[in-house]
Protein backbone atom coordinates (compact mmCIF):
# COMPACT_ATOMS: atom_id res chain seq x y z
CA UNK A 1 0.00 0.00 0.00
CA UNK A 2 1.16 3.31 -0.81
CA UNK A 3 -0.06 6.61 -0.37
CA UNK A 4 1.48 9.55 -2.61
CA UNK A 5 0.51 13.13 -2.33
CA UNK A 6 1.32 15.91 -4.37
CA UNK A 7 3.91 18.71 -3.72
CA UNK A 8 4.35 21.84 -1.00
CA UNK A 9 2.42 24.73 -1.80
CA UNK A 10 2.64 28.70 -0.59
CA UNK A 11 -0.79 30.65 -0.92
CA UNK A 12 -1.34 34.26 -0.09
CA UNK A 13 -4.78 34.67 2.44
CA UNK A 14 -8.11 33.96 0.69
CA UNK A 15 -6.24 32.16 -2.04
CA UNK A 16 -7.45 27.72 -2.31
CA UNK A 17 -5.26 24.86 -2.44
CA UNK A 18 -5.90 21.34 -3.38
CA UNK A 19 -3.76 18.58 -2.44
CA UNK A 20 -3.64 15.42 -4.17
CA UNK A 21 -3.58 12.08 -2.87
CA UNK A 22 -2.16 9.30 -5.28
CA UNK A 23 -3.43 5.46 -3.99
CA UNK A 24 -1.38 2.07 -5.13
CA UNK A 25 -1.14 -1.30 -3.78
CA UNK A 26 -4.45 -2.16 -3.18
CA UNK A 27 -8.41 -1.17 -4.09
CA UNK A 28 -8.84 2.07 -4.34
CA UNK A 29 -12.71 1.69 -4.05
CA UNK A 30 -12.35 -0.86 -0.93
CA UNK A 31 -11.61 1.58 1.63
CA UNK A 32 -11.89 5.14 2.81
CA UNK A 33 -9.09 7.87 2.95
CA UNK A 34 -9.21 10.79 5.38
CA UNK A 35 -7.53 13.95 6.02
CA UNK A 36 -5.21 14.92 8.77
CA UNK A 37 -3.22 18.04 9.56
CA UNK A 38 -0.58 18.93 11.92
CA UNK A 39 0.28 22.77 12.41
CA UNK A 40 4.14 23.73 12.70
CA UNK A 41 5.25 22.04 16.05
CA UNK A 42 1.49 21.33 16.88
CA UNK A 43 -0.64 17.84 17.47
CA UNK A 44 -2.65 16.09 15.06
CA UNK A 45 -6.45 17.54 13.77
CA UNK A 46 -8.45 14.87 11.48
CA UNK A 47 -10.37 17.33 9.09
CA UNK A 48 -12.63 14.80 7.30
CA UNK A 49 -13.13 11.66 5.31
CA UNK A 50 -14.42 10.40 2.09
CA UNK A 51 -15.31 7.10 0.88
CA UNK A 52 -13.46 5.37 -1.75
CA UNK A 53 -16.91 3.10 -2.59
CA UNK A 54 -19.37 5.94 -3.44
CA UNK A 55 -17.73 9.42 -2.33
CA UNK A 56 -19.81 9.96 0.63
CA UNK A 57 -17.77 12.31 3.00
CA UNK A 58 -17.98 13.01 6.68
CA UNK A 59 -15.74 16.14 7.75
CA UNK A 60 -15.28 18.61 11.04
CA UNK A 61 -17.71 21.12 11.53
CA UNK A 62 -15.24 24.03 11.34
CA UNK A 63 -14.05 23.52 7.98
CA UNK A 64 -17.86 22.82 6.79
CA UNK A 65 -18.24 25.74 3.87
CA UNK A 66 -13.91 25.67 2.85
CA UNK A 67 -13.33 21.88 2.13
CA UNK A 68 -14.05 19.48 -0.79
CA UNK A 69 -13.16 15.78 -0.78
CA UNK A 70 -13.28 14.11 -3.77
CA UNK A 71 -11.83 10.97 -5.17
CA UNK A 72 -10.84 10.15 -9.46
CA UNK A 73 -11.38 6.11 -9.01
CA UNK A 74 -10.06 6.32 -12.75
CA UNK A 75 -6.54 7.36 -11.06
CA UNK A 76 -7.15 6.13 -7.64
CA UNK A 77 -6.68 9.47 -6.46
CA UNK A 78 -8.01 11.72 -3.53
CA UNK A 79 -8.30 15.32 -3.32
CA UNK A 80 -8.96 17.57 -0.96
CA UNK A 81 -9.32 21.29 -1.32
CA UNK A 82 -9.52 24.08 1.29
CA UNK A 83 -10.69 27.63 0.22
CA UNK A 84 -10.28 30.85 1.46
CA UNK A 85 -7.49 30.22 3.68
CA UNK A 86 -5.98 31.93 6.14
CA UNK A 87 -2.40 31.82 8.15
CA UNK A 88 -3.76 29.42 10.62
CA UNK A 89 -4.03 27.05 7.77
CA UNK A 90 -0.54 26.43 7.41
CA UNK A 91 0.55 22.85 8.12
CA UNK A 92 1.45 19.73 6.75
CA UNK A 93 -1.65 17.80 5.54
CA UNK A 94 -2.01 13.64 5.70
CA UNK A 95 -3.98 11.73 3.53
CA UNK A 96 -4.43 8.62 5.42
CA UNK A 97 -6.19 5.22 4.77
CA UNK A 98 -8.83 3.64 6.81
CA UNK A 99 -7.58 0.41 8.47
CA UNK A 100 -10.88 -1.64 7.82
CA UNK A 101 -12.35 -2.29 4.58
CA UNK A 102 -16.28 -0.87 3.50
CA UNK A 103 -18.17 1.90 2.84
CA UNK A 104 -18.15 3.58 6.32
CA UNK A 105 -15.16 5.05 8.16
CA UNK A 106 -14.19 3.53 11.11
CA UNK A 107 -11.33 5.81 12.39
CA UNK A 108 -8.44 4.02 12.38
CA UNK A 109 -5.48 5.23 9.95
CA UNK A 110 -3.13 2.41 9.03
CA UNK A 111 -1.20 3.82 6.05
CA UNK A 112 -0.24 7.44 5.59
CA UNK A 113 0.98 9.73 2.67
CA UNK A 114 4.12 11.48 3.20
CA UNK A 115 2.56 14.93 3.76
CA UNK A 116 2.19 17.91 2.01
CA UNK A 117 3.15 21.19 3.54
CA UNK A 118 0.77 23.88 2.53
CA UNK A 119 2.39 27.46 3.51
CA UNK A 120 -0.30 30.93 3.81
CA UNK A 121 1.55 33.70 3.67
CA UNK A 122 0.94 37.22 2.32
CA UNK B 1 -15.98 16.53 20.73
CA UNK B 2 -14.52 13.90 22.55
CA UNK B 3 -11.37 15.48 24.26
CA UNK B 4 -8.14 13.86 24.67
CA UNK B 5 -5.56 13.58 27.53
CA UNK B 6 -2.34 12.35 27.38
CA UNK B 7 0.38 12.32 30.00
CA UNK B 8 3.07 13.04 30.86
CA UNK B 9 3.25 15.94 27.64
CA UNK B 10 7.20 14.38 27.30
CA UNK B 11 9.17 11.76 29.26
CA UNK B 12 13.41 10.61 29.16
CA UNK B 13 14.25 7.43 29.27
CA UNK B 14 16.77 5.32 28.68
CA UNK B 15 17.57 2.28 26.20
CA UNK B 16 16.24 -0.98 28.13
CA UNK B 17 13.51 1.29 30.08
CA UNK B 18 10.06 0.30 30.55
CA UNK B 19 7.69 3.37 29.38
CA UNK B 20 4.17 4.22 30.30
CA UNK B 21 2.21 6.66 28.29
CA UNK B 22 -1.59 7.18 29.56
CA UNK B 23 -4.27 8.56 27.58
CA UNK B 24 -8.12 9.99 28.77
CA UNK B 25 -10.73 10.36 27.07
CA UNK B 26 -13.52 13.40 28.28
CA UNK B 27 -16.19 10.36 28.05
CA UNK B 28 -16.44 6.76 27.57
CA UNK B 29 -15.07 5.35 24.80
CA UNK B 30 -15.34 1.75 25.15
CA UNK B 31 -11.99 0.20 23.42
CA UNK B 32 -12.41 3.10 20.43
CA UNK B 33 -8.65 4.14 21.20
CA UNK B 34 -5.74 4.08 18.66
CA UNK B 35 -1.77 4.80 19.36
CA UNK B 36 0.75 6.28 16.79
CA UNK B 37 3.93 7.23 16.31
CA UNK B 38 5.44 9.65 14.79
CA UNK B 39 9.19 10.29 14.07
CA UNK B 40 10.42 14.09 13.24
CA UNK B 41 9.44 15.17 9.25
CA UNK B 42 7.69 11.80 9.18
CA UNK B 43 3.91 10.36 9.29
CA UNK B 44 2.55 8.90 12.23
CA UNK B 45 2.60 5.32 12.00
CA UNK B 46 -0.72 2.94 13.34
CA UNK B 47 1.02 0.70 16.44
CA UNK B 48 -2.27 -0.31 18.54
CA UNK B 49 -6.08 0.20 17.40
CA UNK B 50 -9.20 -0.99 19.35
CA UNK B 51 -6.74 -0.16 22.54
CA UNK B 52 -4.92 -3.44 22.49
CA UNK B 53 -4.55 -5.28 19.03
CA UNK B 54 -1.04 -4.79 17.41
CA UNK B 55 -0.69 -3.46 14.18
CA UNK B 56 0.54 -5.72 11.37
CA UNK B 57 4.70 -5.30 11.66
CA UNK B 58 4.52 -3.38 14.82
CA UNK B 59 7.25 -5.20 17.71
CA UNK B 60 5.40 -7.18 20.24
CA UNK B 61 7.08 -4.80 22.81
CA UNK B 62 4.36 -2.36 22.24
CA UNK B 63 1.32 -3.36 23.50
CA UNK B 64 -2.32 -1.49 24.87
CA UNK B 65 -4.89 -1.66 27.50
CA UNK B 66 -7.52 0.01 28.71
CA UNK B 67 -11.52 0.74 28.17
CA UNK B 68 -13.74 3.23 28.84
CA UNK B 69 -11.75 6.25 29.30
CA UNK B 70 -8.63 5.42 30.70
CA UNK B 71 -5.96 3.81 28.17
CA UNK B 72 -2.15 2.90 28.21
CA UNK B 73 0.39 2.69 25.86
CA UNK B 74 3.69 0.36 27.42
CA UNK B 75 6.98 -0.11 25.92
CA UNK B 76 8.54 -3.49 27.40
CA UNK B 77 12.00 -2.49 26.49
CA UNK B 78 13.04 0.76 25.23
CA UNK B 79 14.85 0.31 21.93
CA UNK B 80 16.76 3.51 20.26
CA UNK B 81 13.73 3.87 17.32
CA UNK B 82 11.06 4.26 19.49
CA UNK B 83 12.48 7.73 20.65
CA UNK B 84 9.76 9.87 18.86
CA UNK B 85 6.25 11.62 19.58
CA UNK B 86 3.40 8.76 20.42
CA UNK B 87 -0.46 10.16 19.62
CA UNK B 88 -3.38 8.52 21.15
CA UNK B 89 -6.45 9.02 19.14
CA UNK B 90 -10.19 8.10 19.78
CA UNK B 91 -12.49 6.42 17.07
CA UNK B 92 -15.57 6.39 18.98
CA UNK B 93 -17.72 9.28 17.74
CA UNK B 94 -16.52 11.61 14.74
CA UNK B 95 -14.66 14.28 14.88
CA UNK B 96 -11.99 11.56 15.42
CA UNK B 97 -10.13 13.47 17.71
CA UNK B 98 -5.79 12.72 19.15
CA UNK B 99 -4.30 13.23 22.43
CA UNK B 100 -1.68 16.55 22.09
CA UNK B 101 1.01 13.81 21.98
CA UNK B 102 4.29 12.34 24.47
CA UNK B 103 7.40 13.17 23.10
CA UNK B 104 10.00 10.44 24.14
CA UNK B 105 13.40 11.60 24.88
CA UNK B 106 17.11 10.33 25.12
CA UNK B 107 18.03 10.22 28.65
Known amino acids: VQLVQSGAEVKKPGASVKVSCKASGYTFTSYGINWVRQAPGQGLEWMGWISGYNGDTNSVQKFQGRLTMTTDTSTSTAHMEVRSLRSDDTAVYYCARDLVVGATGTGEFDSWGQGTLVTVSS | DIQMTQSPSSLSASVGDRVTITCRAS??????LNWYQQKPGKAPKLLIYAASSLQSGVPSRFSGSGSGTDFTLTISSLQPEDFATYYC?????????FGQGTKVEIK
Open chain 2, 27 to 32: QSISIY
Open chain 2, 89 to 97: QQSHNTPWT
